[in-house]
């Protein structure tokens, strides 16, 4: 069966500092790789999509980055934080499916703070 | 800019009651819908998928699709006081060249014993 483990799940960090998040997936092959952030009471909004090794599409002009280094691990990174990053931070996988989307799955999270 | 609206409640009910969760779209081409629980703190978790017009139903949970009023639903039976969550629609829709998931931000369900 699949899995998608994403870490740390909780990280505190100052303005300014770097970001790395990591996610990989278990069980499948060339799946489809999302990076979602949730604010507080909020939506979630997507922010990178991955359909492939160095393939990565931005949703949103923003100072974070991803990249995917290997088939399944997407990683998400900031070189200087802001306040607004704050968040809860989802990485989410899908199977393959011509230009659909399909079902997402996704993993457990990771919290971060910005102080 | 596509949207997914949900009421944000919360919705508080009874227990053994049924809970109605409703979900409007405005892209009206979307063929693929969704719904998500998410327990506070937790990431969300996929329920239901429902893609053609009409009811789907799995356990307690009944999904209802009407395409020409742009409209979902999720219907919980007999809720349960473990069912306290926010529930998430999902609308797959074309948007900057490629198919993507637009959410709402969800609706609270609150069931009381």
């Known amino acids: 069966s699949q899995t998608i483990h994403q870490w740390p799940a909780t990280l505190v960090q100052p303005v300014g500092s770097p970001l790395s998040l990591e996610c990989t997936v278990e069980g499948t092959s060339n799946p489809n790789l999302y990076w979602y952030r949730q604010a507080a009471g ?60 399909g079902e997402l799955f996704f993993g457990e999270g990771s919290r971060l703070t910005v102080l | 800019q596509k949207e997914v609206e949900q009421n944000s409640g919360p919705l508080s009910v009874p227990e053994g009651a049924i809970a109605s969760l409703n979900c409007t779209y405005s892209d009206r081409v979307s063929q693929s819908f969704f719904w998500y629980r998410q327990y506070s703190g937790k990431s969300p978790e996929l329920i239901m998928s429902i893609y053609s017009n009409g009811d789907k139903e799995d356990g307690r949970f009944t999904a209802q699709l009407n395409k020409a009023s742009q409209y979902v639903s999720l219907l919980i039976r007999d809720s349960q006081p473990s069912d306290s969550a926010t529930y998430l629609c999902a609308v797959e829709a074309l948007s900057g060249g490629y198919n993507k998931l637009i959410f709402g931000a969800g609706t609270r369900l609150a069931v009381h014993p």
């Open chain 1, 42 to 101: 909020r939506g979630l909004q997507l922010l990178f999509y991955s359909v492939g090794i160095g393939q990565i599409s931005s949703e949103v002009p923003q100072n974070l980055s991803a990249s995917r280094p290997q088939d399944r691990q997407f990683i998400l990174s900031s070189k200087k934080l802001l306040l607004s990053d704050s968040g809860f931070y989802l990485c989410a996988w899908s199977l393959r499916r011509g230009s659909n989307t």
